[in-house]
């Protein structure tokens, strides 16, 4: 268990506020430090959020700050960055974002902080191989958000298919959070039973379940097209990873974590199964893929190496 329970948020934009609204009503944190560039608006979100303290299952002192807040924290989690456009992919945003990143993880390394890095600005990936990269920070105390919320979705339209409860869902999307992640479907179980078994005994066509994984791929598109922007999902997942991270509840989630050599890869950040407790990043769970399943990994990989190039001038410039 962790005593101190003290989380910066840097970025109080749509996702980082989601994250912060949902810690509010869940409790189990003690402070809540908001940062943003837009210091204003800091203060705005801490005041807005604190006068609901008396409907919520704790205390918690929550204030906007500078960056000499992070030294005594636990984990600062990172939200902050351009959003995603309609029409654009979480790639295209990774040189602009990696910029602010960069200044954002100098900052906080430079008040002292030794805690957990929790990284959801996009392309996540690429975002937290660059916190790691300038931190120099151990790659366990290092986590990206990864295919958390892919997996959620993924769960969510299972279980509405099949008429069961998500949480009975134990399905994983795995690889870079975007459009080259895939199902690990030869290890999807509901229950104690495998995915593809249950699809054949129920008479349903196996094409259904492509028709799921695109729509989770597509879900982000969808939602930003309508509404533009994602928010509730992820603020609801950084919750979760914090909570596995603060209870010490070693819970196996998809976050996208440093290989270093596991799948055949290394040297690279990317969404795969990993026991998260209170040292962060305990071990990564090695599923055997096979065949197609293989081939997708080793080409999500090979999309976030490709990329490496150019972040990598980022980090150096």
């Known amino acids: 268990m962790v005593d101190k329970r003290k989380i910066v948020l840097v970025g109080t934009g749509f996702v980082g506020m989601s994250m912060a609204y949902s810690l509010l009503n869940q409790g189990g944190v003690n402070e809540l430090v908001l940062i943003d560039v837009l210091k204003d608006k800091a203060e705005g979100e801490a005041m807005d959020l604190a006068h609901g303290m008396p409907c919520a299952p704790n205390d918690m002192i929550i204030k906007a700050a500078d960056y000499d807040e992070c030294k005594d924290a636990n ?40 805690g957990i890095f929790l990284i959801a600005s996009n392309p996540v990936d690429l975002m937290t191989y660059v916190v790691k990269d300038v931190s120099g920070f151990d790659s366990s105390k290092v986590i990206g958000s990864g295919t958390v919320l892919d997996t959620a979705r993924l769960r969510y339209l ?14 994983y999307i795995m690889g870079e959070h975007g459009d080259s992640s895939f199902v690990a479907w030869n290890h999807a179980y509901v229950g104690c039973k495998n995915m593809k078994e249950i699809m054949e005994d129920g008479n349903h066509p196996m094409e259904d379940l492509n028709k799921l994984y695109v729509e989770v791929q597509q879900a982000a598109y969808e939602i930003i097209n309508r509404k533009k922007a994602t928010y509730y999902g992820i603020g609801l997942a950084l919750t979760k990873i914090l909570k596995s991270i603060l209870n010490d509840q070693n819970e196996i989630m998809t976050v996208s974590t440093y290989l270093k050599g596991e799948y055949g890869h290394e040297g690279l950040f990317i969404g795969v ?3 998260i407790n209170a040292k962060g990043v305990r071990e990564i769970l090695e599923l055997p893929l096979e065949g197609e399943e293989k081939e997708k990994f080793d080409k999500s990989c090979e999309t976030l190496m490709s990329m490496k190039a150019e972040i990598d001038k980022v980090i150096k410039g």
């Open 273 to 275: 199964p990993a026991i």
């Open 158 to 171: 299972v279980g509405k298919y099949l008429n069961v409860s998500s949480k009975n869902v134990h399905a």
């Open 75 to 114: 984990i600062v989690v990172i939200t902050a960055g351009l959003s995603q456009k309609p029409g654009q992919t979480r790639l295209e945003l990774a040189s602009a974002n990696a910029k602010i990143v960069k200044e954002i993880t100098e900052n906080v390394v430079a008040s002292g902080f030794k």
